[in-house]
């Protein structure tokens, strides 16, 4: 078994098993799956997030096995991401409680608790309106500098996302947003992926996931080049030589979500 509790639950659960005093933890439920929950709840008047699993089952640990996808296992695949990301100063959620018990994969049973991030909007519900009423040229062009460099950096540290959406960018609102001062940070990382370094199979799906979430926001090609040029911290012209494949890859994979997205909508 392994367990952290800081603040307030370390004094809230005094004497109390947190596996099952989490599973009586209320509020708003954002997610509800036979293997994982998703809650938002106030302590003393302060929000927190949980995610509560309780083990997938042996069957589909194999189907994921099957069709070449990471089962996600527990709470303990995000508190690592959580905590690799902070050591490499990539603005993210702050854990403040955790556990996991149990040997058997298939069957464990974790809970992570996160500080909820607010006031906050996220980059999708931001950028909604840029078609319609384009924003300021420098505040974009900071924005895509600023993703650019978390994505970056959060790949060549070793995570990749799984989930790399523009609405899992979250911009803090506690202050004016300005090209030269605002606040961004990486959210939902219960998928993410945490090694020594990033395969390249996963870091393209990341940035076609990211390219496919921003098609309607009315970004430019020279804004495109400008996160490129961020993101891998090279001259242009060696991106697009080195990185053609990659490049083309993404146009066509985007194209083939979106073409997706419009047959079926919502349904995806």
């Excluded at 464990?108 to 319609?132: K, R």
């Excluded at 870091?203 to 926001?217: C, E, G, H, M, V």
């Amino acid at each position: 078994m392994k367990l952290k509790l800081d603040e307030p639950f370390a004094s809230l659960w005094v004497g109390q098993d947190p596996f099952v005093a989490v599973e009586q933890l209320q509020g708003e439920v954002y997610r509800e799956l036979e293997a994982r929950r998703t809650l938002r709840t106030e302590v003393d008047g302060r929000g927190y997030f949980v995610k509560i699993h309780r083990g997938v089952g042996w069957a589909e640990i194999f189907k994921n096995w099957l069709t070449a996808k990471a089962p996600v296992l527990g709470a303990e695949q995000e508190l690592k991401a959580i905590e690799h990301l902070q050591r490499h100063q990539i603005d993210t959620m702050t854990a403040v409680a955790f556990g996991v018990r149990g040997c058997n994969p298939a069957q464990q049973h974790s809970f992570i608790i996160t500080e909820e991030l607010a006031p906050t909007v996220s980059l999708e519900d931001y950028c909604m309106h840029w078609c319609e009423k384009p924003p300021q040229p420098s505040l974009k062009w900071a924005l895509i500098q600023r993703v650019a460099q978390m994505v970056g950096g959060m790949h060549r540290s070793g995570v990749n996302h799984r989930d790399c959406y523009i609405c899992h960018f979250l911009l803090h609102t506690n202050q004016d947003i300005t090209p030269e001062s605002f606040r961004l940070s990486v959210i939902d990382l219960h998928r993410a992926q945490t090694r020594r370094q990033t395969p390249k199979r996963w870091r393209n799906k990341d940035l076609a996931a990211l390219y496919f979430s921003a098609l309607d926001i009315g970004l430019t090609e020279r804004d495109k080049l400008r996160f490129l040029r961020e993101y891998f911290q090279q001259p242009l012209r060696d991106i697009l030589q080195g990185e053609s494949a990659l490049l083309a890859k993404l146009e066509t994979k985007a194209a083939r979500l979106y073409a997706r997205k419009e047959r079926y909508g919502d349904a995806l």
